[in-house]
């Protein structure tokens, strides 16, 4: 089945270690991101991707990387800079990109990190 | 910037009760406006949007109206469910967007 798979559904990390969490996707869709969720705080972009080669910061980039070296993947890394980053992060992906932007993303089922 | 604030939850309703969570924007131009769900331990997914003024968005019972005059954007449902117990996010795309902005999501839990 078509889709997009985060992994792994949990982690956990010891202070100071980078972390990657994986997502890909067997949609064809050009345009995948990253968000972060916390408890009271909605949905926070931290990176987007239009095209392969090619990704813009969001509004909480700090601290985190990213690649997308592939059209179907577009993992993402927690660095040591990251000073709180225990949380949900999701990644999504959709057809559309740019102008033409509908705005329908297709969500995985999220990966939750703990850092101890 | 371009913003969303909905309705801080949780809302707790017993079943068959009438929903309503309220949404509103701010931004420039003429957004399109979205809500997404989520159920316990999974990743969002949309329910309905609406692209522009006075359009109606409407899915499995709910519905939203995209009103510019009010800038809202406001889910309702007649007739709630248990298994409409989930999370709600209402979301807007700007015309000059790349990204959804989200607002933080309002908790439902719905009652037998």
């Known amino acids: 089945d078509g889709g997009i798979t985060q992994s792994p559904k949990y982690l956990f990390r010891k202070e100071g270690q980078n972390v990657t969490l994986s997502c890909e996707q067997n949609?064809?869709?050009?345009?995948m991101y990253w968000y972060r969720q916390d408890p009271g705080q909605g949905l926070r972009l931290i990176y987007y991707?239009?095209?392969?080669?090619?990704?813009q910061k969001g509004d909480i980039a700090e601290g985190y990387s990213v690649s997308r070296e592939k059209k179907e993947s577009f993992p993402l890394t927690v660095t040591s800079a990251q000073k709180n980053p225990t949380a949900f992060y999701l990644c999504?992906?959709?057809?559309?990109?740019?102008?033409?932007?509908?705005?329908?993303?297709?969500f995985g089922e999220g990966s939750r990190l703990t850092v101890l | 910037g371009d913003s969303v604030t909905q309705m801080e939850g949780p809302v707790t309703l017993s079943e068959e009760a009438f929903l309503t969570i309220n949404c509103t924007y701010t931004?420039?131009?003429?957004?399109?406006l979205f809500w997404y769900v989520q159920y316990p331990g999974e990743g969002l997914q949309l329910l309905l949007k609406?692209?522009?003024?006075?359009d109606k968005g409407s899915n499995k019972g709910f519905e939203a109206t995209y009103r510019k005059e009010t800038t809202s954007f406001h889910l309702e449902k007649g007739s709630v469910q248990v298994s409409d117990s989930a999370v709600y996010f209402c979301?807007?795309?700007?015309?000059?967007?790349?990204?959804?902005?989200f607002g933080k999501g309002t908790s439902l839990l719905v009652t037998p």
């Open positions: 999504a992906s959709s057809i559309d990109t740019g102008f033409s932007n509908t705005g329908e993303l297709f």
């Open positions: 949609l064809n869709h050009d345009a």
């Open positions: 991707s239009q095209i392969v080669n090619d990704f």
């Open positions: 931004a420039t131009g003429y957004p399109s």
């Open positions: 609406a692209t522009k003024a006075d």
């Open positions: 979301a807007l795309m700007s015309n000059s967007g790349y990204a959804l902005n």
